[in-house]
């Protein structure tokens, strides 16, 4: 192989990048916080001061960089815990071991 050969494997670029995930709706927020309060009273107690501090954080890292990702990702993020709260509440029903749990940033692939 030529060096001009490796240079060109070297800066190769791939053909299609994937597509971003499609921005949430306007309204996601108010929807989610409609969803925590619905849930039951010890979760939700839980769960809405933590929704309103990762919202209030992304919004503020939003404001800094104008750049509206932040909150994208808190929607995206509560929305899978909110969707797998009753598998997760089944699984523990199950009385199944869950020692070998996966971190939810695994799962969403975002980061805490």
Avoid: C
Avoid at 18 to 38: E, F, G, M, Y
Avoid at 71 to 96: C, K, Y
């Amino acid at each position: 192989m030529t060096d001009d050969e490796v240079e060109d494997l070297l800066s190769a670029q791939p053909d299609h990048l994937p597509a971003p995930p499609s921005a949430p709706a306007p309204r996601a927020a108010a929807q989610l916080l409609v969803r925590i309060h619905a849930e039951p009273p010890e979760r939700s107690a839980r769960w809405l001061p933590a929704f309103e501090r990762d919202w209030a954080k992304a919004l503020e890292d939003s404001r800094q960089t104008y750049d509206l990702s932040p909150l994208h990702e808190v929607v995206r993020t509560w929305r899978f815990r909110l969707d797998s709260a009753p598998a997760v509440d089944a699984f523990l029903a199950a009385g199944l071991d869950d020692e070998d749990g996966i971190d939810l940033a695994e799962l969403t692939g975002t980061n805490p």
